[in-house]
C-alpha cells in the first residue's frame, strides 16, 4: 500500500492526543506498531514546551502526519499547514476544516478550497472528510490522491454509522487509498472497516481512552490485520436461511 | 512597541521578528511563526518588519490526533 508513492506496511494510522502521560503515548505507539502518528499544532510558551514533545515523537521512528485540527476556515488551515510543514519537513497534512463545533463535521466547501490551494502548492493532502461521494471526487480534482471520510464523528467512537457509504465510496474509488478517519470506539469496528476493503484507519481517543492504551493499541492493530485478511480472503456472502455445512449425503438412520 | 503574541499583549525593543522572537524567549527550534494570520518561513524572520498592534502567532508541535 502506498500513500503518495510511500510504501506503507502497516494500515493502523494513530493519533497521539490524550494519553495519560508521554511514556503511555509511546508505549501505545510501539504496541501498535504503527508507521504513521498524527500530530498537531498550537501556541508555544516560551519554556519550549512543544520542543520536548517533538523530541519524543522522533525517537518513535515513525512519520509524522501533522494536523490542522480546529481550523474552521481555509486560511486558517492554509497557514497551520504551512506552519507544519516547515516545523515537520514534511509535505504530508491531514488537512481538516472544521464546519461545525458541535458535531466537528467537515466543512466540506472549504476543504475542497484548501486542498486545491496546498495541493498546488506542493502539499501531499489527507483530507479528512465525510462518506460523500461527490465531495469525494472534488477532492481528487483538487489533487488528492486519496480520501479519509469519517466512521462517525470525532471522538464518538460510535463505530461506522453509515457503512452502506463507505461500501459506496469504496466501489466508487477503487484505486484510491482510503483511510477510515474518527469514530472507530472497539477493535471490531476498525476489523469491520478493513472487511470492507477500507485501506486503513485512523484512530486515536480508542487506545488513548482505553483502560489500557498500550493493549488496546495492539488489539487494534491485530483487528485491522484480521479485517484485512478477511477481506482479501474475499468473505462468503450473507444467506436468509440455514444451510447444512455438514454433507446431508450419507447419514445413518436409525430409526 | 506593543504587539499581541499568542494572545496576549506584549512589549518588544526589537524591529524584527527574528529579534522579537529571541526577546520573549522563543528559542526553541521547534517553533513556527505567522504573523497577521500569513506564515512567515524561518530564513524570511530577520527580513520581516514589526509595526505597532501586530499578532503574531508562535506554534510548537503538540498531541493531536
Known amino acids: 500500500m502506498q500513500f503518495y508513492g510511500i510504501e506503507i506496511n502497516s494500515r493502523l494510522l494513530l493519533g497521539t492526543a490524550q494519553y495519560p502521560s508521554p511514556a503511555?503515548?509511546?508505549?501505545?505507539?510501539?504496541?501498535?506498531?504503527?508507521?504513521?502518528?498524527?500530530?498537531?499544532?498550537r501556541r508555544e510558551t516560551a519554556d519550549g514546551s512543544g520542543a520536548g514533545f517533538w523530541e519524543n515523537l522522533r525517537e518513535t521512528g515513525c512519520r509524522i502526519l501533522p494536523n490542522t485540527a480546529g481550523c474552521h476556515s481555509v486560511q486558517e488551515a492554509v497557514t497551520t499547514a504551512h506552519m507544519a510543514r516547515e516545523l515537520f519537513d514534511t509535505p504530508w497534512i491531514k488537512l481538516e476544516v472544521i464546519g461545525h463545533s458541535d458535531t466537528l463535521q467537515p466543512d466540506v466547501f472549504g476543504l475542497v478550497?484548501?486542498?486545491?490551494?496546498?495541493?498546488?502548492?506542493?502539499?501531499?493532502?489527507?483530507p479528512y472528510t465525510t462518506d460523500d461521494l461527490v465531495v469525494g471526487e472534488k477532492l481528487l480534482e483538487a489533487g488528492c490522491e486519496l480520501l479519509m471520510p469519517w466512521g462517525a464523528p470525532i471522538g464518538s467512537g460510535q463505530g461506522l454509522r453509515n457503512p452502506d457509504a463507505l461500501r459506496a465510496m469504496r466501489a466508487h474509488f477503487p484505486d484510491v487509498p482510503l483511510i477510515v478517519d474518527a469514530g472507530i470506539g472497539r477493535p471490531s469496528d476498525a476489523a469491520q472497516a478493513m472487511e470492507m476493503g477500507m485501506d486503513a484507519v485512523l484512530l486515536n481517543?480508542?487506545?488513548?481512552?482505553?483502560?489500557?492504551p498500550a493493549g488496546m493499541a495492539h488489539a487494534m492493530a491485530m483487528a485491522v490485520?484480521?479485517?484485512?485478511?478477511?477481506?482479501?480472503a474475499d468473505p462468503m456472502e450473507r444467506r436468509d436461511m440455514a444451510v447444512p455445512s455438514t454433507p446431508v449425503l450419507g447419514m445413518a438412520e436409525f430409526a | 512597541?506593543?504587539?499581541?503574541?499568542?494572545?496576549?499583549?506584549?512589549?518588544?525593543?526589537?524591529?524584527?521578528?527574528?529579534?522579537?522572537?529571541?526577546?520573549?524567549g522563543f528559542t526553541s527550534p521547534a517553533v513556527a511563526t505567522a504573523l497577521n494570520g500569513a506564515f512567515v518561513a524561518r530564513g524570511k524572520r530577520s527580513d520581516v518588519q514589526l509595526a505597532e498592534g501586530d499578532r503574531l502567532e508562535v506554534l510548537a508541535p503538540m498531541q493531536g490526533g
Do not use: C
Open chain 1, 225 to 232: 490485520v484480521a479485517g484485512r485478511e478477511g477481506y482479501e
Open chain 1, 205 to 212: 481517543t480508542a487506545v488513548a481512552k482505553a483502560g489500557d
Open chain 1, 113 to 126: 478550497e484548501a486542498a486545491r490551494i496546498l495541493s498546488a502548492d506542493g502539499f501531499q493532502v489527507f
Open chain 1, 24 to 41: 503511555v503515548l509511546t508505549e501505545a505507539v510501539k504496541s501498535s506498531g504503527t508507521e504513521i502518528i498524527t500530530v498537531s499544532l
Open chain 2, 1 to 24: 512597541m506593543k504587539i499581541i503574541v499568542n494572545a496576549k499583549p506584549h512589549e518588544v525593543a526589537g524591529a524584527t521578528l527574528e529579534a522579537a522572537l529571541n526577546e520573549l
